[in-house]
């Protein structure tokens, strides 16, 4: 146990460490995906209720239901202990940063709306980047800094 109370945790230099990753974050995504779309049910039904209780008001959560699932579920998971998403362990891949910090929350759902924002330009062109890329890293992984390492 340590008494430092920000630990590093550099990424690995070694390649097998990031072999294979590009294909586990597809299969991570759509089981992410999947679980946030099953959230998303009891969410409805709290802003029904919540709709309810405001007169209405509450109402106007739904048609950015899933922006807020979604991010309070890749927040909470990625900026975790475990610095991976249940699809990601799934897989056996989790998400680090370059200069050895932990993720935190703020950080985690930063490198969610930037995944989103660069999917909606370069949309099926995104995977291409980490083809060609050192550690097979996308451009949000880039702009922040992040890199998908193998865990398995």
Same mark, same amino acid.
Not at 61 to 89: C, E, H, K, N, W
Not at 95 to 121: C, E, K, P, Q, Y
Not at 139 to 149: E, M, R
């Given at each position: 146990?340590?008494?430092?109370?920000?630990?590093?945790?550099?990424?690995?230099?070694?390649?097998?460490?990031?072999?294979?990753?590009?294909?586990?974050?597809?299969?991570? =995504?759509?089981?992410?995906?999947? &679980?946030? *779309?099953?959230?998303?049910?009891?969410?409805?039904?709290?802003?029904? =209720? *919540?709709?309810?209780?405001?007169?209405?008001?509450?109402?106007?959560?739904?048609?950015?239901?899933?922006?807020?699932?979604?991010?309070?579920?890749?927040?909470?998971?990625?900026?975790?202990?475990?610095?991976?998403?249940?699809?990601?362990?799934?897989?056996?891949?989790?998400?680090?940063?370059?200069?050895?910090?932990?993720?935190? =929350?703020?950080?985690?759902?930063?490198?969610?709306? *930037?995944?989103?924002?660069?999917?909606? &330009?370069?949309?099926?062109? &995104?995977?291409?980047?980490?083809?060609?890329?050192?550690?097979?890293?996308?451009?949000?992984?880039?702009?922040?800094?992040?890199? &998908?390492?193998?865990?398995?």
């Amino acid at each position: 146990m340590s008494l430092d109370p920000n630990p590093t945790y550099a990424a690995p230099e070694d390649w097998r460490a990031y072999s294979g990753v590009l294909s586990r974050r597809v299969f991570a =995504f759509i089981l992410d995906y999947l &679980i946030v *779309l099953l959230l998303c049910i009891p969410a409805a039904v709290i802003v029904f =209720f *919540l709709g309810i209780v405001t007169l209405g008001l509450g109402f106007m959560l739904y048609p950015a239901l899933f922006v807020i699932v979604a991010l309070l579920y890749f927040g909470m998971t990625l900026g975790g202990p475990s610095q991976a998403s249940p699809g990601m362990r799934a897989m056996g891949i989790t998400l680090m940063r370059t200069d050895g910090r932990r993720l935190d =929350f703020m950080t985690a759902m930063v490198h969610t709306v *930037l995944f989103w924002l660069i999917n909606s &330009i370069l949309t099926p062109l &995104i995977l291409l980047v980490g083809l060609f890329t050192e550690r097979s890293r996308l451009v949000h992984d880039i702009l922040l800094g992040t890199v &998908i390492v193998r865990t398995s």
